[in-house]
């Protein structure tokens, strides 16, 4: 009545798996490896990602901070050249509104 090495080695062999310590007398602990490489992997990959978003984020944020200065420092500039160009015509028009006088009723007048 020998003891078969099947009797023996009770193992439980899975392909590639780490096998913890017996925690308990019944209790074994079996850990994929292959599982384990593809949940880092897809952990990775979710870091990555988020990762590329915040970056395009805060480069689209910055552009949009640059295109906002650059649009009131052009709205500015045309103000301003909006203003002369109307200081002008209105000195124009002054000027056209003394020299001639298209109102038959005042032709009579003396000017100043």
């Known amino acids: ?18 096998r913890g ?21 897809l952990v990775g990959a979710l870091v990555y990602g988020y990762y590329r978003v915040e970056t395009r984020l805060e480069r689209l944020e910055d552009k949009l901070a640059n295109a ?4 009131e420092n052009l709205l ?5 050249e909006e203003k002369t160009e109307r200081e002008e015509l209105a000195e124009k028009v002054m000027f056209y509104e003394k020299k001639l006088n298209i109102n038959p009723l005042s ?5 100043k």
């Open 21 to 41: 310590a017996i925690v308990d007398d019944n209790a074994v602990l079996s850990i994929n490896i292959r599982w384990v490489f593809q949940g880092i992997a």
């Open 1 to 18: 009545m020998g003891i078969r090495e099947e009797e023996v080695s009770e193992e439980v062999k899975t392909a590639r798996s780490y």
């Open 76 to 80: 500015n500039k045309h103000i301003v």
């Open 107 to 111: 032709w009579g007048k003396k000017r």
């Open 68 to 71: 906002d200065k650059q649009i």
